[in-house]
């Protein structure tokens, strides 16, 4: 079990605008898919109502301090990070952080590997960005072009 961190980003360190990605990629989203599938993916309050349904065939987890509105049985609503962790250890399988912004952030100290689809374009009108040095500690082992815009690197957090 390892905690990942799973984002699609722009050379402008953009990840979102108005609350969507700012661009669509069939390989991405199929690439995403392919990774977290039988997997849990945890995301916000936003990001999840941005989805509006449960990503199949994954344990979806959301993390919210308000309380949560409507939602299938399927979804598991959790209020702290510390609750994620702790529901972690008992997973067979990995824990997948997707998102927003706020997440990927509280989760920071946390995540062990990286799953970056990079995006060789910028998007000046995006909102949502991610810090510039959030791979600061992390080595990449892979890099795989999976379109013609598109490669997805794999970076694991550096030993301390």
Do not use: C
């Amino acid at each position: 079990m390892a905690i990942i961190g799973i984002v699609a980003i722009s050379q402008d360190f953009a990840i979102g605008r108005g609350g969507k990605l700012p661009w669509y990629y069939p390989a991405d989203l199929k690439h995403f898919k392919k990774t977290t599938i039988g997997n849990a993916v945890v995301m916000g309050r936003a990001t999840w109502e941005e989805l509006g349904k449960p990503l199949p065939d994954r344990l979806n987890i959301t993390l919210s301090r308000t309380t949560a509105r409507q939602s299938p049985s399927s979804v598991l609503h959790l209020s702290s990070k510390e609750q994620v962790i702790e529901l972690a250890r008992y997973l067979d399988g990995d824990m997948f952080i997707i998102g927003g912004a706020k997440t990927f952030a509280e989760f920071a100290d946390e995540i062990e590997k990286w799953v970056v689809t990079q995006i060789l374009e910028n998007h000046p009108d995006a909102d949502t960005f991610m810090p510039t040095d959030f791979l600061a500690d992390f080595v990449e082992e892979t890099s795989t072009q999976i379109d013609e815009n598109l490669t997805v690197r794999t970076l694991r957090r550096k030993s301390k």
